[in-house]
Structures are given as C-alpha cells and as structure tokens.
C-alpha cells in the first residue's frame, strides 16, 4: 500500500507543476471537471478492483461500455424517446453488461480458460456487436431528461456523477469488508488452494466477481450516455486501460489479494489530474497513452518490490 499512502502528495504536486504551466489547472472550475471526470473513472476502477483481487481483470470492460451505451439508447429510442424511456433502456443496458460478466465468469472460474485469453475474446465479440447493431454511427434521440439529471443534474451543489460515485464506492466498501463475498475475493486472490481448503465455493463466488464488475461498468456507461447525449459506439475507448492503471496506481496488487475501493479511488483521482493536466498544456494523445502506460509499469514495479520486503 506504499503507493496509496504516496498518492495524495502525487496528485498535489502534479496540480502544482501543472499550473505552473498552465493556471487554469488550479481554478476552482477545473477542480470540479476533475472531480466529475474522476467519479465516472473510479466506478470503472472500482469495477476492475472486484476481478483483480481476484488475481483476474476483464479486459472486455471497455467495450461492454460501449455496448451498453448501444443498446440502452437504442431501447430508449424504440420505447419513444420520452423520459419514460429511461427505465427501459437502464434495464437493457444493466441485462446485457450481466450477461457479458456471466460469460466471462462461467468461462474463468467454471472452465479454467485464463482471465487474459477469455476477457480479450470477449473483448472482440463485444466490440462486434456494438459496431454492428449500431451500424458504426451513434444513437441519438435520447430522452432530454437523461443528460438533465444524470449529467447536468445535482443534490446538494454536487454533481450527481459524484453521488454515484460516492454510492459506488459505500456500497463496494462495505461489501469487501462486511460480507463473507468480500473476505472470500481476497482469500482466492492471496491463496486460491488455501480458499479450497477453507471451504469456499469459487465458482460462485468468481461469477460473482465477473458480473458484478460488468454490471457496474453499466452503471458507468449509463452516465456517460447521459453526458454526450447519444450512444455511442466507441464510448469505452481507452477505459480498460485506465481503469486498469487507476487500480494498480492506488494499490491493489495484480498478484490478488491486497487492495480496495479506496486505492481505486485515490488511483482514478490521480489519473484524472494527469490526464486533465497533460490535456491543459496540450499534450499529444499519443504521448498521454505512453505516460499512462508507463505509469502502469512503474507501479507494478513497485509493489512488487514492496512485496519482497
């Protein structure tokens, strides 16, 4: 957890050497973009934390966002467009993501086919679908009241994005440190023969895993949805990877078993205050991509070091 206790002096000190460069980095109004683009991050970081404790990680997670946003638009449009509508096309959404962490679940845990070759081919079926059955180009038509409570709405003067967020993030909490599900996700990550021994049911309890981080990638797909306004077929894009890096970033070991909600947290919030810094000061997207990727291995370099310690 060395990198979880170090983030919170990263992340000031790159807002700092940011706004050096570029003063609109430390306005109050970019501290709330970061605060709305972080919260749709860390409930995909947070989703990709359930698997890896696990000593897994869906790559498919991306495009699952992709297709839920698809499919829910495309419900909601042929229920009529109306705010009605909504219910029918979070419904399609949250069913789909299910049966996509189901798939992959059954396939790891009930066939014994790797994490990294089940979710990649899941990956390409998925991005097929959602290209496919949108014919490349967005949905639109979508109810107005989506984006005007879901993207623009607030409680409080917080944004909802962060509500949900914050939901998420109690919820997930609660459960890895409350619940029998929780304590047996870091028992099969830490030592998988010893959660045998112990009695726990893996099957189960890894389907669990799989599509309850899927359903949650719906959770953030629909948001997202709600913020552009349309669906859009390439909506995941880089997700994966991000959410990926935020996990690892903030602390929770690949090797399975160490980690939390919080460290997918702070993670997000960190990747999010370089991402927002380095788009400021115009960096090219390409050398974000190779930023991030670095960061990625620093950190597994890291904790592995901390690990032999």
């Given at each position: 957890?060395?990198?979880?206790a170090?983030?919170p ?14 003063p609109?980095v ?6 709330r973009?970061?605060?709305?683009q972080?919260?749709?991050l ?20 991306g ?12 419900a909601?449009?042929a229920?009529?467009g109306?705010?009605a509508?909504?219910?029918y ?12 962490g189901?798939?992959?679940g ?7 086919i ?8 899941m ?15 967005p949905?639109?038509g ?18 909802i ?12 909490f609660l ?5 029998k599900?929780?304590?047996?996700l870091?028992?099969i990550?830490a ?6 021994a ?12 799989y ?5 949650l990638a719906?959770?953030?797909a629909l948001?997202?949805?709600a913020?552009?306004?349309?669906g ?7 997700l994966?990877?991000?959410?990926i890096?935020?996990?690892?970033v903030?602390?929770v ?6 980690g ?14 370089l ?8 960096i ?17 370099i ?6 032999r310690?």
């Amino acid at each position: 957890m060395l990198l979880a206790a170090r983030l919170p002096i990263a992340i000031v000190v790159t807002l700092v050497l940011f706004g050096l460069v570029e003063p609109r980095v430390l306005s109050l109004g970019n501290f709330r973009n970061i605060a709305i683009q972080a919260s749709y991050l860390s409930i995909f970081a947070m989703a990709q934390t359930m698997v890896i404790l696990t000593r897994g990680f869906d790559l498919s997670l991306g495009y699952t966002v992709s297709l839920v946003s698809v499919v829910a638009s495309m419900a909601m449009v042929a229920m009529g467009g109306g705010d009605a509508s909504i219910l029918y096309g979070v419904g399609a959404g949250v069913l789909i993501a299910a049966l996509i962490g189901l798939a992959n679940g059954l396939l790891i845990a009930g066939i014994g086919i790797n994490p990294l070759v089940t979710t990649l081919g899941m990956a390409n079926i998925v991005m097929a679908l959602s290209s496919t059955i949108s014919g490349g180009f967005p949905v639109t038509g979508l109810p107005r009241g989506l984006t005007a409570e879901f993207a623009q709405g607030s409680l409080m003067s917080i944004p909802i994005p962060i509500w949900f967020a914050g939901l998420v993030y109690t919820l997930l909490f609660l459960t890895l440190k409350a619940t029998k599900f929780g304590r047996s996700l870091y028992i099969i990550g830490a030592n998988p023969r010893a959660a045998v021994a112990a009695g726990i049911r893996t099957l189960p309890v890894l389907v669990l895993a799989y599509t309850l981080c899927a359903v949650l990638a719906a959770l953030g797909a629909l948001l997202l949805t709600a913020r552009t306004g349309s669906g859009e077929p390439n909506l995941g894009g880089n997700l994966t990877l991000e959410a990926i890096a935020a996990a690892v970033v903030g602390g929770v070991r690949l090797s399975g078993g160490e980690g939390g909600v919080g460290a997918a947290l702070l993670g997000a919030l960190f990747i999010t205050v370089l991402s927002n810094g380095m788009n400021l000061v115009q960096i090219d997207g390409y050398l974000q991509q190779i930023c991030l990727g670095v960061i990625i291995i620093v950190s597994l370099i890291v904790n592995r070091d901390v690990a032999r310690r």
